[in-house]
C-alpha cells in the first residue's frame, strides 16, 4: 500500500509538533516566550515547578525546532524561533472558546426548558 504525501506530512506534523504540544507546561512555556527570551530558572520561577521538570519540557521543545537556544556564559537563553507556533495555538484557543460557548448555549437551553416544564 502506498503512502499518500499528505499522510507522510500528517505523520511528521504529529511526530514533530504535536507530540511536543501534548503537554499544558509545554504550551505555557512557548506562550512565555512568545513575550521574551527566557533562561531555566526564571521559567521554573514563574510556572511555579522544579527547575529539572522545566529543563525537561525544554528538551523536548528544542528536540522538536519549537524553541531555540543561545549560550550566554553558563546560562542557556531559550527563545521563540517562530512566532506561528503562538498563532496556530490561538486559533485552537478561539475554537475551544466556540466550542465551549455552543454547548453553554445548549445547556442554557435544556436548563431553560426543564424550568419551564417544572412550573406547567
Same mark, same amino acid.
Given at each position: 500500500?502506498?503512502?499518500?504525501?499528505?499522510?507522510?506530512?500528517?505523520?511528521?506534523?504529529?511526530?514533530?509538533?504535536?507530540?511536543?504540544?501534548?503537554?499544558?507546561? @509545554? !504550551?505555557?512555556?512557548?506562550?512565555? /516566550?512568545?513575550?521574551?527570551?527566557?533562561?531555566?530558572?526564571?521559567?521554573? %520561577? *514563574?510556572?511555579?515547578?522544579?527547575?529539572?521538570?522545566?529543563?525537561?519540557?525544554?528538551?523536548?521543545?528544542?528536540?522538536?525546532?519549537?524553541?531555540?537556544?543561545?549560550?550566554?556564559?553558563?546560562?542557556?537563553?531559550?527563545?521563540?524561533?517562530?512566532? @506561528? !507556533?503562538?498563532?496556530?495555538?490561538? /486559533?485552537?484557543?478561539?475554537?475551544?472558546?466556540?466550542?465551549?460557548?455552543? %454547548? *453553554?448555549?445548549?445547556?442554557?437551553?435544556?436548563?431553560?426548558?426543564?424550568?419551564?416544564?417544572?412550573?406547567?
Amino acid at each position: 500500500m502506498e503512502t499518500k504525501p499528505l499522510e507522510i506530512e500528517i505523520g511528521l506534523l504529529h511526530e514533530r509538533i504535536c507530540s511536543a504540544l501534548g503537554d499544558p507546561t @509545554r !504550551i505555557l512555556i512557548l506562550y512565555m /516566550l512568545s513575550e521574551k527570551g527566557m533562561f531555566v530558572n526564571e521559567l521554573s %520561577e *514563574a510556572l511555579n515547578i522544579p527547575q529539572s521538570s522545566v529543563s525537561r519540557h525544554l528538551r523536548i521543545l528544542r528536540e522538536r525546532n519549537l524553541v531555540a537556544t543561545e549560550r550566554q556564559g553558563t546560562a542557556v537563553l531559550y527563545t521563540l524561533p517562530d512566532k @506561528r !507556533i503562538i498563532v496556530a495555538l490561538d /486559533l485552537m484557543r478561539e475554537i475551544l472558546s466556540s466550542q465551549l460557548r455552543q %454547548e *453553554a448555549k445548549i445547556t442554557s437551553a435544556i436548563h431553560n426548558q426543564n424550568s419551564s416544564e417544572k412550573k406547567e
